[in-house]
Nanobody, 126 residues
C-alpha cells in the first residue's frame, strides 16, 4: 500500500486549502481513510476520517464545520478541504488507511491505522 499526500502550502488565516491523498496497492472497500496532523513539538492528532464505502465521516471538534473530507472511489483519492484556516492549523498533515474493523470503530486513534503517507506541510500565517 502506498499513500501519497499532496497540496500543502502557505495560506493566510481565513483562507482555504485543499490537500489530497492518492492511495494505491490494494482495494480499499473495507478500509477507513484518515487525516492526522502534527505540529512542531506536539503529538499527532486526529483531523478527519471517512469510510471508503458509504462515506461515513468523522471530524475532530477543532475542525468541525471548517474541514470536509471527501473521497473519489474511481481515482482512489481522499481529499481534505480546509476552509477558514487558522494559524493553529499549521502542521504536517498525514493521510492514513486502516481496516474498517479497527479504524472504523476508533477512527481518531492513530494506532488503528496500518499505513501512512509521507505528509504534506500546511502553514497558516496570521
Amino acid at each position: 500500500v502506498q499513500l501519497q499526500a499532496s497540496g500543502g502550502g502557505l495560506v493566510q488565516a481565513g483562507g482555504s486549502l485543499r490537500i489530497s491523498c492518492a492511495a494505491s496497492g490494494r482495494t480499499f472497500s473495507s478500509y477507513v481513510m484518515g487525516w492526522f496532523r502534527q505540529a512542531p513539538g506536539k503529538e499527532r492528532e486526529f483531523v478527519a476520517a471517512s469510510t471508503w464505502i458509504g462515506g461515513s465521516a468523522y471530524y475532530a471538534d477543532s475542525v468541525k464545520g471548517r474541514f470536509t473530507i471527501s473521497r473519489d472511489n474511481a481515482k482512489n483519492t481522499v481529499d481534505l478541504q480546509m476552509n477558514t484556516l487558522k494559524p493553529e492549523d499549521t502542521a504536517v498533515y498525514y493521510c492514513a488507511v486502516g481496516r474498517l474493523a479497527l479504524a472504523g470503530r476508533q477512527p481518531s486513534v492513530p494506532s488503528k491505522y496500518e499505513h501512512w503517507g509521507q505528509g504534506t506541510l500546511v502553514t497558516v500565517s496570521s
